[in-house]
């Protein structure tokens, strides 16, 4: 579809937003234990070995994850260096791309470029974004990106089928990113086409061409795999990796299934508390309209989430691939609002949301303000200052009754009166505040420091001091990552665990534990984890 200018530039300025938003200090931070610190090291020993097939962490095989996100980190790593920059240069970039589709979408479905913009901010909005999943050199923003392209150019293939073979490719490639998560999107388009009976419009070639597409990208690396590997791939893939993590708990905590429901409260905050209604509002569509595109929305967000409830690990990230797609929702939901004459439903819609968000807002508010009387000195104007003794729970039934008065006499009147303009201001006002709550949200999220400075400061050590040992004291590297990454790949330097007796002038990086006696030495750097130190 040939796009009008005003879209077109829509489309540069969010594509700078939304690079702003991922690229920005991506480097600035540490990496951080376990997979993204894993990821790297991975990456790092097969540049160092040159081959490409068979993975290996801390040089023994590694199962765990596809390669592709692997091989994609080691063409940038090998052009401009090993840093934290390109380590998470692909989960950046996938966060742009997501953004892109996104707005590409909503522009495709209603033809807006206000919907543009409603989808482009609604998905901007979460925590999510700095949380694991485009900042960090996970898997989880390629996976995300890939699960989003799936469901869209099957769209696409209801006007033409040979969008069909896009689906299968990005199929693929969410094969090869996260082993299992290609059951997301296959799964929900596998329903939808039952469901619609929609299969039929696709002829034979089509879906020959497809599935030979899906094929043509997976099967290369299994067999390469068998035929390195063996039955050892075949059970780390499969019984450890898809059996064991669906049926066993692997991470020490016990959660039912409605555990995400915690997650998505508080990843998607503040704008989460207009995803239910506008999950109403497309469940209406998709039965009264007979909306197919709200349908595969829906169909796509309801197998996912009982595909993750279900299964006995659980772990925030999972959550991800979610995310996009109910933001697109509330996007395009929240482009209604602006047409009037609007409807009581969508009124009442609107009003609920904005309770919603207002008893949500006052924890917030409470928790920002007792962060700030922590760090800062003087007096702060704070929900918890205006109510004074109040608790919480008080607090937030009268700031949501407020609010909710408020709406639904400017909602009453509004409608009762054909007064369009006041429904406009109320909305905007309640966007604005939504708006102001996410760059406060997201500005802490963005400055929060993450990982061990520490480490990185002890490579530059390390390597200006050059010691032909570096002793680990209370440290197993299977369980530290990150020290293994920064501390284990410097030419002329090796780890060993430190010996009862340390010969003089050596280094020592010792982790700090509860009943651990401290060695006694020289104190380099020290952390609230690790303490690096030269024994006398």
């Known amino acids: 579809m040939q796009l009008p200018r005003r879209t077109l530039l829509s489309f540069i300025a ?65 052009a401009f260096g090993e840093n934290e920059w390109t380590i998470r240069f692909w989960s950046a970039t996938a966060g742009v791309l997501t953004t892109l589709l996104i707005a590409l979408w909503a522009w495709q479905a209603t033809s807006k470029t206000t919907a543009m913009w409603f989808t482009t901010l609604a998905f901007l909005s979460g925590r999510y974004l700095f949380y694991h999943a485009f900042r960090t050199g996970e898997t989880d923003g390629l996976l995300t990106f890939f699960t989003l392209l799936a469901l869209w150019s099957y769209w696409r293939s209801w006007l033409k089928p040979r969008w069909l073979l896009l689906t299968a490719i990005a199929l693929g490639l969410t094969f090869l990113t996260k082993f299992t998560a290609v059951g997301f999107a296959g799964a929900a388009i596998l329903v939808h086409l039952l469901l619609t009976k929609r299969f039929r419009a696709y002829p034979w070639k089509i879906w020959l061409q497809a599935l030979g597409l899906g094929l043509l990208i997976v099967a290369p690396w299994i067999i390469a795999q068998l035929a390195i590997r063996g039955g050892a791939f075949i059970q780390e893939y499969v019984s450890e990796d898809v059996v064991t993590r669906a049926s066993k708990n692997l991470y020490g905590f016990t959660a039912g299934p409605d555990w995400y429901w915690g997650v998505f409260l508080k990843r998607a905050f503040p704008m989460v ?228 007796t340390i010969p003089s002038g050596s280094w020592v990086l010792e982790k700090q534990q509860r009943g651990y006696v401290p060695i006694d030495g020289r104190e380099i750097l020290t952390s609230p984890d690790f303490r690096l130190i030269q024994e006398l």
Request: proline fraction near 5%.
């Open 14 to 78: 969010i594509a700078v937003l939304a690079g702003s938003f991922f690229f920005v200090r991506l480097g600035s931070n540490p990496l951080e234990k376990w997979d993204e610190a894993i990821h790297a090291q991975v990456t790092h020993e097969m540049l160092q070995s040159g081959n490409w097939l068979e993975l290996t962490w801390n040089h023994e095989p590694y199962f765990r994850k596809p390669p592709l996100r692997f091989w994609l980190q080691g063409v940038v790593s090998a």
């Open 273 to 500: 508390a207009f995803v239910f209604p506008a999950l109403v509002w497309a469940a209406w569509r998709a039965v009264k309209k007979r909306d197919q595109l709200q349908l595969l929305f829906l169909l796509f967000t309801a197998v996912t989430a009982v595909i993750l409830s279900f299964n006995a690990s659980k772990i925030d990230w999972y959550l991800l691939p979610i995310y996009p797609v109910v933001m697109m929702v509330t996007g395009l939901w929240m482009t209604r609002w602006f047409r009037w004459p609007v409807g009581w439903f969508t009124m009442g819609l609107v009003v609920w949301g904005t309770v919603m968000a207002s008893w949500g807002i006052f924890t917030y508010a409470r928790q920002q303000a007792q962060t700030f009387a922590a760090t800062h000195t003087g007096t702060w104007v704070n929900p918890i200052a205006t109510l004074g003794s109040w608790n919480p729970t008080k607090g937030k039934v009268l700031t949501a009754l407020v609010i909710g008065l408020v709406s639904i006499a400017a909602v009453y009147v509004a409608k009762k009166y054909n007064k369009h303009r006041l429904w406009y201001v109320y909305c905007a006002v309640v966007l604005l505040g939504m708006l102001a709550v996410t760059t406060i949200s997201l500005r802490t999220e963005f400055t929060q420091p993450r990982g061990e400075p520490l480490l990185r400061e002890t490579r530059t050590i390390i390597q200006r001091e050059k010691p032909a040992t570096l002793y680990l004291a209370n440290i197993y590297l299977a369980h530290e990552p990150t020290v293994l990454y920064y501390l284990g790949n410097e030419s002329g330097t090796k780890l060993e665990k430190a010996p009862a």
